[in-house]
């Protein structure tokens, strides 16, 4: 069993920065999956922030937050960080990452998942 857990969150006026971290424990090979970051406002369905494979070779980000945000890991501290820049109002959700996909990376479709961050960006 694989345990996630999300720190970094908060409450940040538009334009400023956070930095989302996810640390991973229990019996995990974190260093031979992909790993993701998603978000889900109120009342809306969660969706895909970013992706990164397993060695940090490739990223992937949804248009909405490219150019503003980085993913990236530390296998050797089995964590997955996301960096958001010039953060707006409507970054506002709870953030969660995931591990193990199970399908196409920006797909929801992931074994392990953390409990959630909260992220509020004040206008």
């Known amino acids: 069993q694989v345990q996630l857990t999300e720190s970094g969150g908060g409450l940040v006026q538009a334009g400023g920065s956070l930095r989302l971290s996810c640390a991973a424990s229990?019996?995990?090979?974190?260093?031979?999956?992909?790993a993701g970051w998603f978000r889900q406002a109120p009342g809306k369905e969660r969706e895909f922030v970013a992706a990164?494979?397993?060695?940090?070779?490739?990223?992937y980000y949804a248009d909405s937050v490219k150019g503003r945000f980085t993913i990236s890991r530390d296998n050797a501290r089995n964590t997955v960080d996301l960096q958001m820049n010039s953060l707006k109002p409507e970054d506002t959700a709870v953030y969660y990452c995931a591990s193990v996909p199970r399908g196409p990376l920006m797909r929801t479709d992931y074994l392990y998942w953390g409990q959630g961050t909260q992220v509020t960006v004040s206008s």
């Open positions: 229990g019996r995990t090979f974190f260093s031979r999956d992909s």
């Open positions: 990164i494979t397993p060695n940090g070779g490739s990223t």
